[in-house]
């Protein structure tokens, strides 16, 4: 088993900043590769974002492109996503999810652990 905990979500203006973080714990966070999916009000959970176990592959929702970055420290069991340039549009519950593939796929179906989320509002 792996529990993920997030933070760092809240309240920002549009063009701000936040940076989400989710501490892993259980099995050896360097084995699973990490994501982060969100999902707003009356819309189905959405990749965002996911990095495999080395850090040496990215991938990116074409809406987040540009403007988003994951990166993780295996040494800290911490995963992290930087979000830069905030729209209306980014406000959403953020989760973050592991898998065991090592996979950065956007199909939230292959993610095995997941995260309670954590709020982002972005007004505008």
């Known amino acids: 088993q792996v529990q993920l905990v997030e933070s760092g979500g809240g309240l920002v203006q549009a063009g701000g900043s936040l940076r989400l973080s989710c501490a892993a714990s259980?099995?050896?966070?360097?084995?699973?590769?990490m994501g982060w999916f969100r999902q707003a009000p009356a819309k189905e959970r959405e990749f965002v974002a996911a990095?495999?176990?080395?850090?040496?592959?990215?991938h990116y929702a074409d809406s987040v492109k540009g403007r988003f970055s994951i990166s993780r420290d295996n040494a800290k069991n911490t995963v992290y996503l930087q979000m830069n340039s905030l729209k209306p549009e980014d406000t959403a519950v953020y989760y973050c999810?592991?898998?065991?593939?090592?996979?950065?796929?956007?199909?939230?179906?292959?993610?095995?652990?997941w995260g309670q989320g954590t709020q982002v509002t972005v007004s505008s």
């Open positions: 990095i495999t176990w080395s850090g040496g592959n990215t």
């Open positions: 999810a592991a898998n065991s593939l090592n996979s950065v796929t956007y199909l939230a179906s292959l993610w095995n652990y």
């Open positions: 259980g099995r050896t966070f360097s084995n699973y590769a």
